[in-house]
RNA sequence: CGGGGUGUGGCGCAGCUUGGUAGCGCACCUGCUUUGGGAGCAGGGGGUCGUCGGUUCGAAUCCGGCCACCCCGACCA
């Protein structure tokens, strides 16, 4: 980045303009927010309190999901012998270039050399080997949160770094039908999580061959929109078939005494994913934190000096108490900071409901509320309303529910904006410099380079829901395939 | 790996052309005054100028090597 394109000011009070420059402005938004820093090892990241509380909460509410539907979170090693890697030759040849591999141990080289997990299907296909023998002990639903590592040519904090938190679901199954069955269930998890804890909607769909996962027959994504019309895979689930039973013996007795390979799934989301919501929600102002990630949902400023501040703050506490009561998660701010101060800085880390309580409200029995985004007045300024602290309490609930509904529907409208069906090839690389395109594809791998190498477009995914439809391909006139139209876009 | 940059207090930068031993803004500390949209004044702390070597009486500044990081492409959650 040049220096001419940086805000004039990044050391002081202003972010970087979205539109000037979204690269500049999500990492003043990263650091000026204190989600993140870097680490001193090119590619890492230290993720700081404000955004290891997001995580958190994100890590809770999909873990409550998974739980929910029968899996059970376990651990398995970071280290992995490199021969396991080789196994299953698709695999290999997919996670080959980034991976870190240890040479030396206790200051001796090593007999073998280990590989840093990149994602952890070899080794659990090895310990499923080991667990299962009969059509009894299937299926088997495990779930780990845990740090991976791919070495990446170019990092960017969350979206893509070297080292990254995520949870890897790993299952087992009887036959295709089952393991589908969970391919799409987890599939819809993590749709129905987007949706409802990011407010994010989500384009569902299939991978092409050419963006599968290495080793899957089949991979489903979740992918949003971000601020910038590009889109972001935000979660995976693959189906990988009898290819990692077959290159680790995961094979079991059947009530017919055949001896038959397990059919396997995986699927992950990362830290990416807070990413996805400073991408997808955030302005000029900063972030923009959806309710049920928000580790302050509402923040209370206590106005006035002397015996008055005092008063506030004491009322303010109470004020506080009383939320939490409701399940609310409400901060107090009494950092010696004027209220200006603190009212920039609490837009900045994205929180959605602002309370102030001034000297003149304690008077008159009322408290000042402001939320972040959707109600502003002509100055672009979060507009104030008077409540009695009963409306307050009583209505909180609520008011979080709206604002997140808010946001899902200015992100699907954002979204539908920025959307088009495209059937010329003029039309197609104008759409895919904004949005999302759908539009007919051959299905030919050297037709999607094509494409990418005029507009820097990849095919994200074919929808699982709409119409089919069949044609000719936009690039180069060939039959369609899929039987669907495809979304392209530009991606992070 | 290709292309483009940058390395100077915590952060952002100036100084380098024309060598003379380091400065500005923000942040930080102290005091007083302030507090309803990024407070003011005064005082103060903090830097072997990325690194190694060379030139020179003297190097942030000139020369050479090395290293690191950032941005744009190819790979990726």
Redesign the pocket.
């Known amino acids: 980045?040049?220096?001419a394109k940086?805000s004039d000011?990044?050391?002081?009070?202003?972010?970087t303009p979205m539109h000037e420059d979204v690269?500049a402005w999500y990492?003043d938004v990263v650091a000026r927010a204190e989600l993140a820093d870097?680490g001193p090892?090119?590619?890492t990241m230290v993720i700081r309190p404000y955004g290891y509380a997001i995580w958190e909460l994100l890590q809770r509410q999909l873990d409550d999901r998974f739980k929910a539907t029968g899996h059970q979170n376990a651990y398995f090693p970071l280290f992995i012998p490199e021969s396991y890697l080789r196994r299953e030759a698709e695999h290999v040849e997919?996670f080959a270039?980034?991976l870190a591999v240890v040479t030396h141990g206790g200051g001796k080289e090593l007999d073998e050399p280990l590989v840093v997990r990149p994602t952890s299907e070899t080794v659990i296909g090895e310990m499923f080997a080991k667990w299962i023998s009969s059509y009894r002990d299937l299926p088997i639903l495990i779930n780990a949160w845990n740090n991976v590592v791919?070495w990446?040519?170019?990092?960017?904090m969350?979206?893509?770094?070297?080292?990254?938190l995520?949870q890897e679901g790993h299952t087992a199954h009887a036959d295709e039908a089952d393991a589908m069955a969970e391919t799409r269930r987890m599939f819809d998890v993590y749709d129905e999580f987007a949706r409802n804890v990011a407010a994010i909607p989500m384009v569902r769909g299939e991978k092409t061959p050419g963006?599968r996962?290495?080793g899957a027959l089949r991979t489903f994504?979740i992918e949003g929109m971000m601020r910038d019309g590009k889109a972001?895979?935000?979660?995976?689930s693959h189906y990988l078939g009898t290819n990692f039973a077959r290159a680790f013996d995961i094979t079991f007795q059947d009530e017919h005494n055949a001896l038959q390979h397990a059919h396997t799934t995986s699927w992950?989301m990362?830290?990416?994913m807070i990413?996805a919501v400073i991408l997808a929600h955030g302005d000029d102002?900063g972030l923009v934190l959806p309710p049920r990630l928000a580790p302050h949902q509402v923040v209370v400023v206590p106005?006035?000096?002397?015996d008055a501040?005092a008063g506030?703050t004491a009322e303010a506490e109470r004020l506080a108490r009383r939320l939490r009561e409701r399940g609310v998660r409400v901060h107090v701010d009494t950092r010696?900071?004027?209220?200006?101060?603190k009212?920039?800085?609490w837009?900045?880390k994205g929180v959605p409901l602002?309370v102030?309580?001034?000297?003149?409200?304690?008077?008159a029995g009322v408290?000042?509320l402001?939320q972040r985004v959707g109600d502003d007045d002509e100055d672009g300024?979060?507009r104030?309303h008077r409540l009695t602290p009963d409306e307050l309490v009583d209505g909180v609930g609520a008011r979080l529910d709206a604002y997140h509904d808010l946001l899902v529907a200015r992100a699907e409208a954002f979204r539908a904006d920025r959307s088009a069906t495209v059937d010329d090839r003029t039309t197609f690389d104008a759409q895919v410099a904004v949005g999302f395109a759908h539009a007919l594809h051959c299905g030919e791998p050297a037709c999607e380079?094509a494409i990418?190498?005029r507009t820097?477009a990849t095919p994200r995914c074919v929808p699982t829901e709409g119409p089919d439809e069949t044609g000719v391909c936009i690039e180069c006139g060939r039959p369609s395939a899929y039987g669907r139209r495809v979304v392209f876009a530009r991606?992070?």
């Open positions: 980045m040049s220096a940086q000011d990044r050391s002081g009070r202003s972010l690269s990492g870097r090892a090119k590619g997919g270039p980034e791919r990446e040519l170019r990092p960017r969350f979206l893509r770094t070297t080292e990254f995520w963006e996962f290495a994504t972001l895979q935000s979660g995976t992950g990362s830290t990416r990413g102002r106005i006035g000096r002397g501040l506030t010696d900071q004027s209220p200006g101060f009212f920039n800085d837009e900045l602002r102030e309580l001034g000297p003149r409200d304690l008077e408290v000042m402001a300024r979060a104030k380079e990418q190498e820097r991606a992070y």
